[in-house]
Antibody, heavy 119, light 107 residues
């Protein structure tokens, strides 16, 4: 059974940093691209970042480029999102998701981690 | 960026009704479109990909159609479990973009 277990959310001040983790099980982690998607309170879904199975290629939304870093440790079956220089408009529920074909289809999602940026 | 627009934003229906949600792209995305269902406090669930291919385990009352810039999601006989928010997503190119969502609520 595919499972994506997220951790690392919380309250952080503007300008602060936070790292989200997504521990994967039930599939060959290194074979699949992974993606972060966020959802601000009461809003729609917004793609944040994606990474290939090998970790060699990454992509970011313009809104987070230069501030967020996606990475993965295939030996630990874990995906990460390092978030720096956080702003109030980064407040959202962050989901990790598995991309079965590297195409952008997201077939399994984590439970979400709430990030609140506020002073 | 490819913009995805869904309509309506809210849809009121009864159990047993057939409902249709529309998703439009501001440029052609061929058939590179997915639909997701999301319930309050839960992660999205993939229903349909490539515009009309049903994800494994998804009931056959869900169907998708369309190509190019206009797509529809139809639920043929609404069940109590189907009251949720539905979002479309294009994966024709980066960045991935989602529609604003359609909430299907009980009339």
């Amino acid at each position: 059974e595919v499972q994506l277990e997220q951790s690392g959310g919380g309250l952080v001040q503007p300008g602060g940093s936070l790292r989200l983790s997504c521990a994967a099980s039930g599939f060959i982690f290194s074979a699949y691209g992974m993606t972060w998607v966020r959802q601000a309170p009461g809003k729609g879904l917004e793609w944040v970042s994606s990474i290939t199975g090998s970790g060699k290629s990454t992509d970011y939304a313009d809104s987070v480029k230069g501030r967020f870093t996606i990475s993965r440790d295939n030996s630990k079956n874990t995906l990460y999102l390092q978030m720096n220089s956080l702003r109030a408009d980064d407040t959202a529920l962050y989901y990790c998701a598995k991309d079965p074909g590297g195409s952008g289809i997201l077939d399994y999602w984590g439970q979400g981690a709430l990030v609140t940026v506020s002073s | 960026d490819i913009q995805m627009t869904q309509s309506p934003s809210t849809l009121s229906a009864s159990v047993g009704d057939s409902v249709t949600v529309t998703c439009r792209a501001n440029q052609s995305i061929s058939r590179w479109l997915a639909w997701y269902q999301q319930k309050p406090g839960k992660a999205p669930k993939l229903l349909i990909y490539k515009a009309s291919t049903l994800e494994s385990g998804v009931p056959s009352r869900f169907s998708g159609s369309g190509s190019g810039t206009e797509f529809t999601l139809t639920i043929s006989s609404l069940q109590p479990d189907d009251f949720a928010t539905y979002s479309c997503q294009q994966y024709h190119g980066s960045p991935l973009t989602f529609g604003g969502g359609t909430k299907v609520e009980i009339k």
